[in-house]
C-alpha cells in the first residue's frame, strides 16, 4: 500500500473543494483549478482534511493511489502558495523581455523568438538574464520552464544557453594544441 496515499492533505482556510463525480475543482486566494480523477480512487473531504481510499484493491489502483494524492496536493498548494520555477540566461549577448503575456528572448540565432505565454503564467526577468516562472499549476509551470529552456540549452563547452538556477553543467575541455 502506498504510504504517501495513505497521509491526508490538510486543507488551509480559505480554500473551497467540491467534487463532483470525478471531477475536483479546488478555488483559493491564487485561482481555480479542476482535474478529473480516476474511477478507482474515492475521496473523503472533511472540513479540514481529505482522505484517500481505494474502491477495489487491483494494480491499477495501487498504482494511481499515491499519484492521485500528490495531484491533489499539488492543487491546494497551487491555489494557496503557488509554484515557482527559476532560469538563468548566460553568453555574450543573450537575453529576455517580457511585454505582457510574450517572451521575446535573444538566444544568439539570427532572429528573436517570440515565445507565447500560457494562461495563467507569468514571467519575470531580472537583470534581462534572470527569469522567474510563476503560476499556480505545477504542470504548466514545469513545463513552461522546459519549453523557454528547450530554445538554447546549455552547451558543456562555454556553458552558453538557458539553465536551472540549480542546474550545474558538465564543463568539457576544449581542444589543446600540438607541443
Excluded: C
Excluded at 494524492?69 to 555574450?92: C, P, S, Y
Excluded at 538566444?107 to 514571467?123: D, Q, T
Aim: aromatic residues 6%.
Amino acid at each position: 500500500m502506498s504510504r504517501i496515499g495513505k497521509l491526508p492533505i490538510e486543507i488551509p482556510k480559505g480554500v473551497e473543494i467540491s467534487l463532483v463525480e470525478n471531477t475536483i475543482s479546488i478555488k483559493g486566494p491564487k485561482g481555480s483549478l479542476t482535474r478529473t480523477l480516476m474511477n478507482e480512487i474515492q475521496l473523503d473531504i472533511t472540513e479540514s482534511s481529505i482522505v484517500f481510499s481505494k474502491k477495489i484493491d487491483d494494480l491499477k489502483s495501487r498504482a494511481a493511489f499515491g499519484l492521485t494524492r500528490t495531484l491533489v496536493d499539488n492543487m491546494v498548494i497551487g491555489v494557496t502558495k503557488g509554484f515557482e520555477k527559476a532560469l538563468e540566461i548566460n553568453g555574450v549577448g543573450y537575453r529576455a523581455e517580457a511585454k505582457g503575456d510574450i517572451l521575446n528572448l535573444a538566444l544568439g540565432y539570427s532572429h528573436p523568438i517570440a515565445f507565447p505565454l500560457p494562461a495563467g503564467i507569468v514571467v519575470e526577468v531580472d537583470k534581462m538574464t534572470k527569469l522567474l516562472v510563476k503560476g499556480i499549476d505545477k504542470e504548466v509551470v514545469g513545463a513552461t520552464a522546459a519549453k523557454i529552456r528547450s530554445f538554447r540549452s546549455p552547451e558543456p563547452y562555454k556553458g552558453k544557453g538557458v539553465k536551472y538556477a540549480t542546474e550545474t553543467i558538465l564543463r568539457k575541455a576544449g581542444k589543446t594544441g600540438k607541443k
